[in-house]
């Protein structure tokens, strides 16, 4: 998956916007309900793309075992964040799936109240 794909991706998530929201405009964010599941930094560090996004704790050291392009979030919580190579070892179809996953952690820490109006939107 290149950046791209990783964007036009992110964005087709139900609800999902982005932004460059630090004033660098180098990290490019994506989030619903107004919290973040994902950002990437537009300019490759080591000629890599890494996409950050949330994880469950649990499943973040099983997937950093397994590959080797799963890596800890930069600047966040030890497992609550993995960064991810793109164009790595990495199954495009998984990336997907993590992507996926951690809009269902965000939106799984929401009020009760937030997760009903998110329910309710329509893609």
């Known amino acids: 998956?290149?950046?791209e794909e990783l964007r036009?991706?992110?964005l087709s998530v139900k609800g999902a916007d982005?932004?460059?929201p630090f004033l660098d405009d180098r990290i490019l964010v994506f989030k619903v309900m107004g919290k973040m599941?994902?950002?990437v930094n537009i300019e490759p560090k080591d000629a890599l793309f890494r996409v950050?996004?949330?994880c469950d704790p649990d499943k973040?050291?099983?997937l950093r075992d397994q590959y080797e392009g799963v890596v800890n979030g930069q600047h966040t919580k030890a497992l609550e964040w993995n960064s991810i190579c793109l164009e790595s070892d990495v199954p495009d179809?998984?990336?997907k799936e993590l992507i996926l996953h951690s809009v269902d952690e965000v939106i799984r820490k929401l009020p009760k109240k937030l997760q009903a109006a998110y329910a309710s939107i329509e893609k």
């Open 1 to 3: 998956m290149n950046i």
């Open 60 to 62: 973040s050291g099983e």
């Open 37 to 39: 599941f994902a950002y």
């Open 18 to 20: 982005e932004s460059f």
């Open 93 to 95: 179809d998984l990336i």
């Open 52 to 54: 950050s996004m949330k």
């Open 8 to 10: 036009e991706f992110c």
